[in-house]
Every structure is written in structure tokens, then in C-alpha cells.
């Protein structure tokens, strides 16, 4: 298991100023290669693009992007875990709040090899986009009402039709009583054992290429919960 740390947060265009530490928090003394971040965006994500390897840290969400663009497969698949759809549009450079819509717009990622989990906050020009283009996805009204383990059943059937899949989890993703250190704090989210439920039955899967977690910030950690919480996912996934 190659373990890759992105320390960007340019992507967060300021909004998460310190997710940049992240990966050498959570990390400490686990061996892990290290992306070069530099004050340019594009050629971060260029270089990103380019990294091989399992698990990726960061950072900001924005670093999907390139990860995605990357990874190798001629039906590949994303699978995000997030609060957020991350499809707004407004900028030309590759933020964490674009990044889905410009994968998908710009053909990298078929639409209907996208799959959400844990939505709680949609803009309408996202929701917009979500339903014009038939993406699946699961907020969490959803999941309380089906249940974790069928929708876990529906997110497993979907992603196996998949050459190769990239799962993408942003920390906040989780309820703030499980991750209090991200930037963006929406209440009613999934329970850590939740998640470990979800990502224990997707190890499973023999497409599972990538996983990255993202928007962890240990500045706004409250005793390291959200930082311990990380660690137990790579004890997960390992």
C-alpha cells in the first residue's frame, strides 16, 4: 500500500487554510511519498495527474481532479463521500468547489459513473446539474430512510460495473461530533462506523484502484478526533 501525501490547499481558494498539514499529521512516523506542492494550482494538479500510487492525503478536494484524470481505465468510476457536490461554476482554475462538474464537462468522468454518498447541502445550479445529468446520488435523507447497509448494497452493485474506481472521501463526509477539524462543518452526517462500514465492503471490490481523503484540518481538530478517525481508515484500507 503506497501512501501519498498532497499538501495542497491552494484549491480551497483560502476558504481552509490549513488542510495544507493534514497529511504529516495524520501520518507522523508512516513511510509515504510526498507531492512537490507549488503557488500554482494547474501545475499542481499536473503533477498530481502524474503520481501513482494507492492512498492519497491532502489537502484540498480540488486534488481529485488530477487523481481522477490519472488513474488508468477505459469505463473508470468516482465515488464520492462528501457532504458537498463540489459543482458549482464560477472559476477557471480547479477549485474544491468545482472540480466534479469540470471532470464531468470536460469528459474526463462519464456522468453516469458518478456516484455520491452522504449529501446534506446542495446549491440549486448543483442540484440543477445533478438532475440534468441523472448522477446518482444518496444524501442523507436517503440514507436514513434506506438504511446504511442498502445503500451500501446499491452504492456496491453500481460501482462493480466499473473498469477500475476511485473512491473519494471528504472528511466531512462525517457528522462534526465525529470530525470537528474541517472547514465546513454540516450537521447530520454520517457516524464514523457508518463510513468504516461503507469503505470495509469496498476494499473488497477487485476494481478498487484509489482512495483519497481529503479537507482534514488539524487546526481546527478538537484533540485529534478527526485526525485519529483518518488513521483508522488507513488501518481500514491497508
Do not use: Q, W
Amino acid at each position: 500500500m503506497n501512501i501519498v501525501k498532497i499538501p495542497d490547499a491552494i484549491g480551497s481558494m483560502d476558504k481552509n487554510k490549513g488542510c495544507e498539514k493534514a497529511p504529516d499529521a495524520i501520518l507522523k512516523d508512516i513511510n509515504s511519498i510526498k507531492v512537490e506542492i507549488t503557488g500554482n494550482e494547474d501545475e499542481n494538479l499536473k503533477r498530481i495527474e502524474k503520481t501513482e500510487g494507492d492512498i492519497f492525503l491532502g489537502g484540498s478536494h480540488s486534488v481529485t481532479y488530477g487523481l481522477f484524470k490519472g488513474m488508468k481505465g477505459e469505463n473508470k468510476g468516482l465515488l464520492i463521500f462528501d457532504a458537498h457536490v463540489d459543482a458549482d461554476f464560477y472559476t477557471n482554475t480547479v477549485t474544491h468547489e468545482d472540480f466534479v462538474r469540470k471532470l464531468v464537462e470536460e469528459g474526463s468522468l462519464k456522468k453516469e459513473n458518478l456516484i455520491y454518498v452522504g449529501v446534506r447541502k446542495i446549491y440549486n445550479n448543483e442540484l440543477k446539474f445533478l438532475k440534468e445529468n441523472k448522477i446518482k446520488y444518496f444524501d442523507m435523507d436517503k440514507v436514513f430512510d434506506l438504511g446504511v447497509k442498502e445503500v451500501c448494497d446499491c452504492v456496491m452493485e453500481s460501482c462493480r460495473g466499473f473498469s477500475d474506481l476511485h473512491v473519494s472521501v471528504d472528511i466531512d463526509v462525517l457528522d462534526p461530533s465525529c470530525a470537528p477539524g474541517t472547514g465546513y462543518l454540516e450537521s447530520g452526517g454520517l457516524l464514523s462506523r457508518e463510513l468504516f462500514y461503507f469503505l470495509k465492503r469496498l476494499k473488497l471490490l477487485k476494481n478498487l484502484r484509489r482512495v483519497d481523503i481529503v479537507e482534514v484540518n488539524p487546526d481546527k481538530d478538537m484533540n485529534e478526533i478527526t485526525v485519529k478517525t483518518v488513521r483508522k481508515i488507513l488501518e481500514i484500507l491497508k
